[in-house]
């Protein structure tokens, strides 16, 4: 395997290996690279070492659940499960790395796998046939993208972030703002009443002065 870290485990009873054999080959017509036993142990292995191995190193582990499975009350591919449980103990809580497939009509309630695989998202691929959805599911799942998404800006231009400094400058730009428009209508005002006060004292200064008479007297 050229990229452990970025492999697929695939985890089946010896009876599904025809089924199994269909999922692997859909994720690597895929490109995806897949552990699988059948075609990757070769002689003189260490097998059970082996298996351990791919299963610390794996991307995901897919375990494949069926009636076969069902009925063994024993059997290496409990094992398999059981190892890769053990490795959710040291990852993160939201990290997805178990995916049970259901290739028959097994309940999922009822079934006979260990309690952690009844928590996540269970797929149904009858027969193993795994259609181009469950392949790009797998792809996003071994490649998610943590990028976040930005909001696309007027005319195309990109949004810089934002500093400390620049902040303040176009806080003291604002407040510029605001005292000369606050200047400005406090001047208005005085310039206004001024001129009422000065209308009013005009008023009054009409009222007040005395009329132009003449004396007349007699001849």
């Known amino acids: 395997m050229t990229e ?10 010896s009876q599904d290996a025809e089924a199994a054999q269909r999922i692997c080959d859909a994720l690597r017509s895929a490109g995806i690279e897949v552990w699988f036993d059948r075609s990757e142990l070769r002689g003189g292995d260490a097998w059970d070492r082996k298996i351990r191995q791919q299963i610390q190193d794996c991307r995901l582990f897919i375990a494949v659940i069926s009636a ?16 890769a449980i053990d490795r959710t103990h040291d990852m993160a809580e939201d990290k997805a790395f178990i995916v049970p497939v259901a ?73 510029g703002v605001w005292g000369a428009g606050a200047v400005l209508t ?12 000065l209308s009013k004292r005009s008023a009054w200064g009409e009222h007040d002065r005395e009329p132009w008479t003449s004396t007349c007297y007699p001849p």
Do not use: M
């Open 103 to 175: 290739i028959d009509g097994t309940s999922e309630r009822s079934a006979r796998v260990p309690d952690s695989f009844k928590h996540v998202q269970w797929t149904r691929l009858p027969n193993g046939e795994a259609p181009p959805a469950f392949v790009e599911r797998v792809r996003r799942l071994l490649s998610p993208d943590t990028s976040p998404a930005r909001a696309p800006t007027p005319s195309g231009s990109t949004s810089a972030p934002t500093s400390p400094a620049s902040l303040r400058q176009v806080w003291w730009s604002k407040a």
């Open 186 to 197: 406090v001047a208005l005002t005085y310039f206004v009443a001024d001129r009422v006060w």
């Open 68 to 83: 076969h499975t069902e009925a063994r009350d024993e059997g290496y591919f409990r094992r398999e499960w059981k190892l």
């Open 4 to 13: 452990p870290s970025h492999a697929v485990f695939l985890s089946y009873a």
